[in-house]
């Protein structure tokens, strides 16, 4: 069964993954070509699509009060503008000979054949499970979809006791931990690394740590879970380490997240280091015309390595959306790549990276100068004045900037964005000691922080400093 | 009488004017030479040195409790690092032939010549006192100095009921205006343009209208003061216009600032044609090699539209002072210009600019296209999302980023940075538009508002948009 042809009517594309990537891309498609010039088919396995999946940490929380406030555009919405999607509906292959996709709907239990004149792989990320006894447990959870958050609620009201263990304290790991805070659990965060937020070097993750603590939340550093132990009922009862046993009703996997790749490897599309899909400039799979690939499934080009990553943020998935659909639709677009700008918030802690770390630099042969400084928001005099480290890297002799990783109170995050604006533009700490950056008493010292780390590392760079 | 010699000692770097310009190029240049090396004389008119005449408003306005909050270093402190500081003291010839000055102490009368090596002019700007009938009247101040607030203080203090009238419209106008509403003032803003904050366009000057007549100040657009009355004693009673009488016990003129260079020019300096002295990159006065400009009383490249212009901001101030001193110290640091980045706040609204306003554009004969777009400070959906409304100038055909302007809530003023980058890297919006800024929900949407400017703007100049 199913509609494995189609005659003399419009193209017809279809979307693998109904969420940033894939529905943004359906979306700029459409904006460009009607439904008379091309149908549009996206296939989704979970029961939602094109919502925030960053947010889910803040609906955990109670910050954001309503699932539905994270959906920005409902299945009847796409439908009214002539995109199709099909919920509870997994790809299970990939023809790229015959054009065309296998997809088994998850309730009737039926599979059939779509054809595509273009297909999209927005097949996004999968929390890491690492194959540890009871990780399969109820009471583990990943956070990657609504639906996990989902789940996760309904755990965290099942829950017999509070206590709550978070595996890894990436980005998702810290503010999960500080979501179960709020939901009133005690809250252990088991880490292999030496600090919390390995996207900081050390040195600056442990002012993340120092900042979790002040919120009660029990940080365990270097340590290496090797077991979710489970009760009589099967469901977690505590994780354990090499030398610890923590004590938990509800565990969350905040490991990281790989590329769901699995679908287009075995059509033999081509996979990075890294497990995503390589793409070309226009974000068309390589050496593939008619097959677009973007979001978190995907590998990029980091501006500042000059080698591929995964990053997988919702705002890179939403541009490669917006540049495939454009693409698609008639139109030129290209994403050039990242230079790895992320914030982040733990409380009241704004967190921002932008470039390399110390090892990232180590990892591709670049040498460098390390500062870091120490400033304030606002003018130190006026109220609300928000304590700032800034660390910059800075690469020897040339002075081009390679890093910046910001911790401080408001005000600190988006600050990362002039240092990720230097990065594309290969300035020098040197030029941007130069920069017009906004001053006012109520919004920076009349010295900004950024321009302060500038001047420290220019000072050291600066073939009369030392080398 | 004078000390208008030296013999074999230490070389003498004459300083004038004791404020940001000044006093940062004396301490850099302390920091790079010991006073066995280089002996240093300031001399400052006013009662204060090194403060933040920026944060004048809101020390007026009470948000910042102390005048000595906004004194970021006494002169025994400067002092200490052997930088000798002659306040009360009035430079009021240069000789640069002679290699001297000629100061006055405002105390004892007495005048006496200095000889320098190296000579810093740093004598600020001065507000435009326009010559009105009554302007000199107490109760009438500007707003430039330490000692112009202390007055003003003084003199809100003494008014006999509580009617202030702020003559312009500009940063200094706004901030002062709503000082005086906190000092329970009604507030009267009498603006010769048709909107306040003429460093926007009058479209986004609408937008702080409206959010300062929230704050119940009156606001009195395309009207000329004629004439500021006074009442029998003298004191200023009311600002009259053309065809209208407001009654005001204190007066604040905010029209502006011109660069305070009679001496410069007495002294046959070059001047450009907003009256601000001219450099070259290094900061040395054009056509001098032993004296050095900086501050308020010099003109800036501007390197969007390529000509010079007078900036008169603290940040800018900070950073000449800094590249003379290095310079004089022996270093080597230049000013590259500006592109005219300006941040402010009124109330709860966020104002900032940088680049071109359509009429800057004009006057250099840039063609463009002009977009605005509505967008939040946060994700929608996180508790504190704030509006923002943002405008982007960019070049017809190039699609080269000339000018952004912003208001808005919180998080909208410093967003500015990334245009102040991009336009220095001289990037178009196609390029800003992959720009990888900093993405979570609790400090931007999953598109950033710059980039979803940058994204409408570039449809607009793209070749297959309209021309």
């Keep these: 069964m ?44 979970g029961n939602f699509t094109s919502y925030s999946a960053c947010g889910i940490p803040y609906w955990v929380g109670g910050d954001v009060p309503e699932r539905d406030d994270l ?61 540890l006894p009871g990780v399969d447990a109820p009471g583990v959870h990943g956070v990657q979809t609504l639906d996990d958050g989902q789940a996760l609620l309904d755990s965290l009201a099942l829950a017999h006791s509070r206590r709550a263990v978070v595996v890894g304290a990436g980005y998702i790991g810290v503010e999960m931990a500080e979501a179960l805070i709020k939901h009133g659990f005690t809250v252990t965060v088991v880490n292999r690394g030496p600090e919390p937020m390995a996207t900081l070097d050390p040195d600056m993750g442990r002012l993340v740590r120092r900042a979790m603590e002040g919120l009660g939340i029990t940080m365990v550093n270097n340590a290496e879970v090797v077991e979710i132990r489970t009760a009589a009922d099967g469901r977690a009862r505590a994780v354990a380490t090499s030398t610890d046993e923590f004590p938990a009703d509800v565990v969350i996997l905040g490991i990281g997240v790989r590329p769901d790749t699995g679908l287009a490897e075995s059509a033999g599309l081509p996979l990075g280091a890294h497990g995503g899909l390589l793409t070309d400039l226009a974000m068309r799979v390589r050496g593939r015309r008619d097959i677009w690939a973007g979001g978190d499934c995907v590998e990029v080009l980091n501006l500042v390595s000059g080698q591929e990553q995964h990053v997988p943020l919702g705002t890179h998935a939403n541009k490669h959306g917006q540049i ?32 390399l770390r110390q090892k990232d630099a180590d990892r591709v042969g670049l040498r460098y100068e390390t500062v870091t400084i120490e400033s304030t928001s606002r003018a130190g005099y006026y109220p609300g004045a928000a304590p700032m480290t800034v660390k910059m890297l800075a690469e020897r002799r040339t002075g081009r900037l390679l890093g910046v990783q910001i911790v ?60």
Tied chains: 1, 2.
């Design 324 to 355: 495939i659909g454009s693409n698609i639709g008639g139109g030129y677009a290209v994403f050039p790549g990242v230079v790895g700008t992320a914030v982040s918030k733990v409380c009241d802690l704004e967190i921002a990276r932008t470039g």
């Design 408 to 467: 401080g109170g408001e005000g600190a995050a988006k600050r990362v964005d002039t240092a990720a604006v230097a990065l594309t533009a290969r300035m020098t700490v040197e030029q941007i000691t130069a920069l017009d950056l906004g001053y006012a008493p109520p919004f920076s010292p009349v010295w900004d922080p950024i321009l302060v780390a500038a001047r420290k590392a220019a000072t050291r760079v600066s073939p009369a400093g030392p080398r």
């Design 71 to 131: 959906i920005a555009r409902t299945p009847q919405e796409h439908a009214a503008r002539g995109i199709e999607l099909r919920l509870r509906t997994e790809v299970t292959e990939i023809d790229p000979d015959g054009r065309r996709v296998l997809a088994r709907d998850a309730d009737s239990g039926s599979e059939y054949w779509t054809a595509y004149d273009k297909l999209v792989i927005a097949t996004g990320a999968r929390p890491v499970r690492p194959a």
């Design 2 to 45: 199913g509609d494995n042809g189609h005659g003399g009517g419009p193209e017809r594309l279809v979307v693998i993954g109904g969420d940033a990537a894939g529905m943004s891309a359906a979306s700029q498609a459409r904006r460009m070509r009607g439904p008379a010039d091309l149908s549009i088919v996206a296939f989704e396995r």
